[in-house]
C-alpha cells in the first residue's frame, strides 16, 4: 500500500466515525485528578523533607520553657487530632486536651502561677507559694500511687479501665483526678477559677486513647531510679523502645555531668509520631 492510499483508507475510516460534542465532564475530572495528584506528590515531598529533619510535629523546648508545644494532626482524617483550640498532652498513648495558650511548667515552687501543664519538672523548692486566683492546670504524673482510690469511680478512658475521684475543695481551689491504671499515669486537674468545678471535669473529660501516636516520654524519673543525674543513653534506649530517633546537641551544664539530659524538644507529654526525632540537649 503507498501513501495516498494509507491517506485515503484514513479518511474513509474517519468518515465512520461519529462526532459529538466534547466530553467536557470527564476531561474536568481528569484534570482535577491531576491537579490532585500534584498536590498530593508537593505534600509528600514536604512530609519526607519534614521527617528528614526530625519536625513532623512542631513541639516547645521542653520542661520549664514558655515556649507552646502545640499538637499538629495529619490532615482531617488523622484519628488523634486534638479539637480546635487546644492541643494533647499526656504520658504513653493517654493524653488529655488542654487550651493551646496553655504553657509548660509554669510553676513557682512547684505551684502553678499560669494556666499551664505540670510534667516531668524535676526538683522544685520546697517554699510554700500560694496559688494565684483564676490559675487552671493539669498535672500528670507517671509511675506514682494514687493513695486511696478505694472511693473512686470505675470509669472508661477510651475503652481503659480507670478511676476517677470526687471533685474535693482544698485552700480555694477544685481537684479532681483520674488514674488510668493499665497505663500507669494519673492526670490531676486543678482550677482556682470561680468555674473549677467545671474547668476541672472538662479536662478530665477530655482524656484520650491515642491510636496511631505516642508522646515523648519523661527523663527527670531517671535520675531517681540511678541516684544521679538523667543521662542521655539511658532515655535514648527510652525513645528507641518507643520507635523515637535521638538527635543529641551539647550546651554548658553548670553542675552537671557530662551527658546529663538538660532539656528536650519537642517537650515531654508532646504527641509524637513514631519515626519522628527528638531532639536531646545535654550537658557537655
Known amino acids: 500500500m503507498d501513501a495516498q492510499q494509507l491517506i485515503d483508507r484514513l479518511e474513509e475510516h474517519a468518515a465512520e466515525v461519529p462526532v459529538g460534542p466534547p466530553p467536557l465532564a470527564l476531561m474536568r475530572t481528569r484534570a482535577r485528578r ?66 493551646e495558650s496553655w504553657g509548660t511548667n509554669r510553676t513557682d515552687c512547684g505551684t502553678p502561677v499560669e494556666d499551664t501543664v505540670v510534667i516531668d519538672q524535676g526538683v522544685t523548692c520546697m517554699a510554700l507559694v500560694p496559688r494565684p486566683a483564676d490559675v487552671d492546670s493539669l498535672t500528670v504524673l507517671t509511675g506514682s500511687a494514687a493513695g486511696d482510690t478505694q472511693d473512686w469511680e470505675h470509669v472508661d478512658v477510651a475503652g481503659e479501665p ?83 530517633r535521638t538527635q543529641v546537641s551539647e550546651r554548658n551544664g553548670k553542675g552537671f555531668d557530662a551527658g546529663t539530659v538538660l532539656d528536650v524538644t519537642p517537650g515531654v507529654g508532646s504527641v509524637v509520631s513514631p519515626g519522628d526525632t527528638v531532639r536531646v540537649v545535654v550537658a557537655r
Not at 490532585?36 to 519526607?48: D, E, F, I, K, L
Not at 519536625?55 to 507552646?68: L, M, Y
Not at 476517677?164 to 492526670?187: A, H, K, W
Request: proline share 5%; net charge negative; aromatic share 6%.
Open 162 to 244: 480507670a478511676l476517677r475521684s470526687q471533685i474535693t475543695d482544698e485552700d480555694g481551689r477544685v481537684i479532681q483526678s483520674v488514674l488510668v491504671s493499665g497505663r500507669n499515669v494519673m492526670f490531676v486537674a486543678e482550677s482556682s477559677s470561680a468555674d473549677g468545678a467545671d474547668v476541672v471535669d472538662g479536662i478530665l473529660d477530655s482524656l484520650t486513647v491515642l491510636r496511631e501516636h505516642t508522646t515523648v516520654p519523661a527523663f527527670q524519673d531517671l535520675a531517681f531510679r540511678r541516684g544521679g543525674d538523667p543521662m542521655v543513653e539511658e532515655y535514648a534506649a527510652r525513645l528507641a523502645d518507643l520507635g523515637l
Open 34 to 99: 491531576q491537579r490532585q495528584g500534584r498536590m498530593a506528590v508537593v505534600a509528600a515531598a514536604a512530609a519526607v523533607a519534614a521527617i528528614g529533619v526530625g519536625v513532623a510535629w512542631p513541639g516547645g523546648w521542653g520542661s520549664g520553657s514558655d515556649a507552646q508545644t502545640s499538637v499538629a494532626s495529619d490532615g482531617p482524617a488523622d484519628p488523634d487530632s486534638p479539637p480546635d483550640g487546644y492541643r494533647y498532652v499526656g504520658a504513653g498513648d493517654v493524653v488529655a486536651a488542654v487550651p
